[in-house]
């Protein structure tokens, strides 16, 4: 049962346009949504994140979206620089025992062509 | 300031044997979590170690254990290796507080069975 959905495997855009990147989720008790970055070879790398409280949240280049009611949250990246090539990871985070955990997506892949 | 830092970086084992993994947390981290990232999927979640106990599991056999030291530094022990564990393992750092709690990775160690 994947709780946290990415259905875009990979997204191509040209450089200077926005990227949008998307991810979805089934439980409502999740409170708090990261984005990483990953390039091969390296771990994923922290990017932004979002209160469930909140509904934007922005940090330069770098926009992410929740939307509640939708279960939906979106990473957007404008301009996009061939720099952002890589593999974006969204993760959801929930609360057992009054321990945190996190559920990550299956990543898309984001190519910013030159 | 160091980052998370795992050893080793590659690691060729056949099945049957024992591996041991290990992770460093970032500076004044408290908390260490473990992930098994197979190809083209995303991190899935193996458990989380704080003050030197397993706070909570994911859907991990007990050939999967870990121990946290004092220094808050880590091991992953897998047992009897199967050659479906090959994958890239990761570990996690983060500060156990109420609010943003954000993992930060390290680069992971990828574990190939043979």
């Known amino acids: 049962d994947q709780q946290v959905k990415q259905n875009s495997p990979s997204l191509s855009v040209q450089e200077g346009r926005i990227s949008i990147l998307n991810c979805d989720y089934t439980n409502s008790m999740f409170d708090y949504f990261l984005w990483y970055k990953k390039y091969p070879a390296e771990g994923p790398t922290f990017l932004i994140s979002?209160?469930?409280?909140?509904d934007k949240n922005e940090d330069g280049r770098f926009t992410v979206f929740l939307n509640k009611s939708a279960k939906h949250l979106s990473l957007h990246i404008v301009p996009s620089q061939p720099g952002d090539s890589a593999v974006y990871f969204c993760?959801?985070?929930?609360?057992?025992?009054?321990?945190?955990?996190?559920?990550f997506g299956t990543g898309t892949r984001l190519k910013v062509l030159a | 300031d160091a980052g998370v830092t795992q050893s080793p970086t590659h690691l060729i084992k056949t099945r049957g044997q024992q591996v041991t993994l290990r992770c460093s947390p970032k500076s004044g981290h408290d908390t260490v979590s473990w992930y098994q990232q197979a190809l083209g999927q995303g991190p899935q979640f193996i458990f989380q170690y704080y003050e030197e106990e397993e706070r909570q599991r994911g859907n991990f056999p007990d050939r999967f254990s870990g121990h946290q030291f004092p220094n808050y530094s880590s091991e992953l022990n897998v047992n009897a290796l199967l050659l479906g564990d090959s994958a890239l393992y990761l570990c996690?750092?983060?500060?156990?507080?109420?609010?943003?709690?954000?993992?930060?990775f390290g680069p992971g160690t990828r574990l190939l069975v043979l």
């Open positions: 996690a750092s983060s500060l156990q507080r109420q609010g943003k709690e954000t993992q930060y």
């Open positions: 979002i209160s469930s409280i909140k």
């Open positions: 993760a959801a985070r929930g609360i057992t025992s009054g321990t945190y955990k996190y559920i």
